[in-house]
């Protein structure tokens, strides 16, 4: 059984909007910190953004703070990425983690398979 699974990528234009989701399942999702990270093909996992267990504190990587939101919902299992005004460089596949918290992907413990965003310019 695969812990998470994103889905709500697409390919869209600068300057749309997508919400990511990810859906948990066998983990103890509502005790979890969760975050969103993105990759490209040749580079390392980028931190996109976190969320505490309890809802508190979301962090965000600086280029896209005021653009993207990171909320999730316990009783459906649920956490989300709100991206608003998509730029070209947000283009990536995203992938939800549950684990530890910080922006190093080392420290959760919970993967999924990726959804991809690309944005066109």
Do not use: H
Not at 58 to 69: A, E, L, M, Q
């Amino acid at each position: 059984q695969v812990p998470l699974v994103e889905s709500g990528g697409g390919s869209v234009q600068a300057g749309d909007s997508l919400r990511l989701s990810c859906a948990a399942s066998g983990i103890d999702f509502a005790w979890l910190n969760m975050a969103w990270f993105r990759q490209v093909p040749g580079t390392e996992r980028e931190f996109v953004a976190n969320i505490y267990w309890n809802g508190n504190r979301p962090d965000y990587t600086d280029s896209v703070k005021g653009r993207f939101t990171i909320s999730k919902d316990d009783a459906r299992e649920m956490l989300y990425l709100q991206m608003n005004s998509l730029k070209p460089e947000d283009t990536g596949t995203y992938y939800c983690a549950a684990g530890n918290t910080g922006q190093d992907p080392r420290n959760y413990k919970y993967w999924g398979q990726g959804t991809r965003v690309t944005v066109s310019s």
